[in-house]
């Protein structure tokens, strides 16, 4: 037998785990199982949509009753308006009429409870998105630590080979292909456990509550139209120069984004959809629980509503 054929049957033979773990992890993209599907596809949806409340009272608070004004905080005021309070609080508080003060207490305390059960539906849906993403991630991260065992095997595998062959050939242009092929080998592995590339799963976003948040559009009605309204008002945020919803997105901009958010990044995240690694999976988890804090801060709100109301 040759040297040169030799070299290179004995540099093939030791390149053999590298080339099993590249066929191991070339596929990208994960194949389609029942598990994937059931966390691809979006249960968390309801199946009806929020109409818009013609009711609701959006009065300037220059314009709202002296009464209101002189009996609630200038922030109760806000929230009262959005919710389409102002015309009843005007009637409970000129009434003298305990029948009628009744009537317009209890429609004060409905159309508020009306408002939180909306709310508390949008806090569930995104609590269940939050979690389906979370276990997607947990699923894919499954994946990729099997690919990581495989490669570390095969670079022991190759170590091995190597060493054995050293010890049992004799020939030194032999041993030294040998070693060259197993270098080669081992090199590669190195590499790819260093650089591991991820399975990544393809979804298709675009309709949910994340791209309203980032188009500051309530597309559809997919928030309830007071909520909206409240979470794009300056005045409930504590800095007052942006809205809840802007505050939102800046903080995905710099912790999602790194700052600079890639027209690549806005088809994924925001639109189309496309293919997601573990990591933005997660990310997809993080934005919908950081906006479920969001819209429980306007929880607090009512809240403060309620107790105003009721020492009115």
Known sequence: MSFTSSFFKMAHLAAVPLFAAVWLSSCSTLNESSKLTALKNDYCAPTVKYQQDDSASLNEVQ?????????LNQHDIYLASHLGLTTLLSSYLHSSVPVEKLASKQQLIERILLFNTQTEAIVAELDCNGERFDQLARYLDDKN????????????????????????????????????????????????????????????????????????????????????????????????????????????????????????????FFKEGGYFSEEDVQHLADMHNQLQASVRSVQQDTRSL???INHL
């Open 145 to 268: 630590n099997h690919t990581i065992i495989r490669l570390t095997v095969a670079s022991i595998l190759t170590a091995a080979v190597v060493s054995i062959s050293t010890a049992l050939v004799k020939n030194e242009k032999l041993d030294k292909g040998i070693n060259i092929g197993g270098g080669i080998a081992g090199a590669g592995l190195g590499f790819m456990l260093l650089n591991p590339k991820g399975k990544k799963v393809a979804l298709k976003t675009g309709k949910g509550l994340l791209t309203n948040v980032w188009n500051e559009t309530n597309t559809e009605m997919a928030f309830p139209p007071a909520l909206w309204r409240v979470m794009t008002d300056k005045t409930f945020s504590n800095s007052g120069e942006l809205s809840l919803i802007q505050t939102l997105k800046r903080r995905w901009e710099l912790f999602v984004f790194n700052g600079k958010v890639e027209a690549e990044d806005q088809l994924r």
């Open 306 to 308: 309620i107790e105003a």
């Open 63 to 71: 314009t709202i009753d002296p009464l209101i004004k002189a009996k």
